[in-house]
Each structure stands twice: as structure tokens, then as C-alpha cells.
């Protein structure tokens, strides 16, 4: 899974915008992935393949926002 952090660069209309382009979600989708990362510090944003993944991971990465990759589950 791709995942976004929380940081004080970006602005909420900026991270939106970030996981529109990345993950093609609607506006609904990326304000609640963004409210997330905003109150808990991180959020899941994008659940496909490693390679999926990213690909995601570097779009968000382009506009500035922390991303990383990961299993979906702790093994």
C-alpha cells in the first residue's frame, strides 16, 4: 500500500490534489485520505501491487508530500 505523512510544506488543497492525480480518486475520497494523514499523522492512500504502488508513491512524492511503501499487513 501506498502511504502520505502529515507535514507543515503542503496544504490541504495541494495533497488533494496530489492524490487526485496519483490514485484518480474523486475529491470526497482524497479530502478524508488528507484529513487523516492531517489528524493521525499518516494515512493509507493507495492498496495495489508493489509496482502499483510505486508508481503511486512517486507522483504523490513529486508534488512534495512524504510517501512511502508497504505491506498491508504486518507479516
Known amino acids: 500500500m501506498a502511504v ?3 507535514n507543515e510544506t503542503n496544504t490541504f488543497d495541494e495533497v488533494i490534489e ?3 492525480v496519483a490514485t484518480n480518486c474523486d475529491l470526497e475520497e ?3 485520505e ?3 494523514a492531517h489528524t493521525f499523522g499518516k494515512a493509507p492512500v ?3 501491487s508493489r509496482t502499483t504502488c510505486e508508481g503511486v508513491a ?3 512524492k513529486s508534488f512534495g508530500i512524504r510517501t512511502d511503501v508497504e505491506p498491508e499487513w504486518k507479516e
Request: proline share 0%; glycine share 0%.
Open 46 to 48: 493507495h492498496f495495489d
Open 4 to 6: 502520505i505523512y502529515n
Open 18 to 20: 496530489a492524490l487526485m
Open 34 to 36: 488528507t484529513w487523516e
Open 30 to 32: 482524497a479530502q478524508i
Open 58 to 60: 512517486a507522483v504523490i
